[in-house]
Nanobody, 125 residues
Framework: QVRLVESGGGLVQAGDSLRVSCTAS????????VAWFRQTPGKEREFVAA????????YYPDSVKGRFGISRENAKNTVYLQMNSLKPEDTALYYC??????????????????WGQGTQVTVSS
């Protein structure tokens, strides 16, 4: 069983940067592909980024490519999502998800078996 805890969300202004973190416990962290999703009320959960269990492969959708960066620090069992040039439309509850030996190109919520509780990111205009 994997437990995921997100942190680092908050209120920022448009154009600012913010880094959120996801810390995992309970299973060999290096075997986990870890992804970030986000969700706003009334909408489906949207894939944001993923980093492969081997650490090499990273995948982003076009909506955040060039602005967001995902990285992992295996020594701390932590994955980071660095968000730059934030826009009001980036406002959402950001969730961390994990899949054992998952594909980094897996963008469906059904591809991930473990989820955190989310951290709120609010971007004001």
């Amino acid at each position: 069983q994997v437990r995921l805890v997100e942190s680092g969300g908050g209120l920022v202004q448009a154009g600012d940067s913010l880094r959120v973190s996801c810390t995992a416990s309970g299973r060999a962290f290096t075997s986990l592909t870890v992804a970030w999703f986000r969700q706003t009320p009334g909408k489906e959960r949207e894939f944001v980024a993923a980093v492969a269990w081997g650490g090499g492969a990273i995948y982003y959708p076009d909506s955040v490519k060039g602005r967001f960066g995902i990285s992992r620090e295996n020594a701390k069992n932590t994955v980071y999502l660095q968000m730059n040039s934030l826009k009001p439309e980036d406002t959402a509850l950001y969730y961390c998800a994990a899949a054992l030996f998952g594909r980094p190109t897996a963008t469906s919520i059904n591809d991930y078996t473990n989820w955190g509780q989310g951290t709120q990111v609010t971007v004001s205009s």
